[in-house]
């Protein structure tokens, strides 16, 4: 482990103690290291990195918008190597969230989730990043086969089925 010796002004030091105390760290190197790491996860994503990472997709749309359930569903379906789950909620008559987690590789995960944020009729949208270091990643594609369950009996929703309203 490396020793780093940094400077910062009262004003960043005053917000990093409120920022540990709302959170609960012992000592400033938890605090710093986590922010760290946060932010270079975050740059490597932004930067089209390669890295893998887990997010969290969270959006609030009009799912009386035209089409747009069809073609969520249509563009989850085209990438079900990313998304792995969806949580649906419906707001009022008119608006739904939907949070769901992402995995691969953080340029793929990025460009993903703009589009589905982009989708005419996604209201709001708003992507967290996680490191997904230590976390086991295996394709779908490229003839590699393998024995793991992902948990879904046949013709059972893959969490990101949409109901149609009525």
């Given at each position: 482990m490396q020793r780093v010796t940094i400077t910062i002004d009262d004003e960043l030091d005053a917000e990093l103690d409120r920022f540990m105390k709302a959170r609960g760290y012992a000592?400033?190197?938890?605090?710093?290291?986590?922010?760290?790491?946060?932010?270079?996860?975050?740059?490597?994503?932004?930067?089209?990195?390669?890295?893998?990472?887990?997010?969290?997709?969270?959006?609030?749309y009009?799912?009386?918008?035209?089409?747009?359930?069809?073609?969520?569903?249509?563009?989850?379906?085209?990438?079900?190597?990313?998304?792995?789950?969806?949580?649906?909620?419906?707001?009022?008559?008119?608006?739904?969230?939907?949070?769901?987690?992402l995995k691969g590789r953080g340029a793929d995960v990025q460009q993903f989730a703009n589009h589905i944020i982009a989708e005419r009729g996604v209201r709001h949208g708003h992507v967290v990043y996680l490191p997904a270091d230590g976390a086991h990643f295996h394709g779908h594609g490229g003839g590699h086969s393998h024995?793991?369950?992902?948990?879904?009996?046949?013709?059972?929703?893959h969490g990101h089925k949409r109901r149609k309203p009525g």
């Open positions: 000592n400033r190197s938890e605090a710093i290291r986590d922010l760290a790491r946060t932010g270079l996860q975050q740059a490597a994503t932004e930067l089209g990195g390669t890295r893998p990472c887990v997010a969290a997709l969270v959006y609030l009009d799912h009386e918008a035209r089409e747009l359930p069809q073609r969520l569903t249509r563009d989850f379906h085209s990438r079900h190597d990313l998304a792995q789950a969806t949580l649906h909620v419906h707001l009022d008559h008119e608006s739904c969230m939907e949070v769901t987690v024995s793991l369950s992902h948990g879904h009996a046949p013709g059972h929703s």
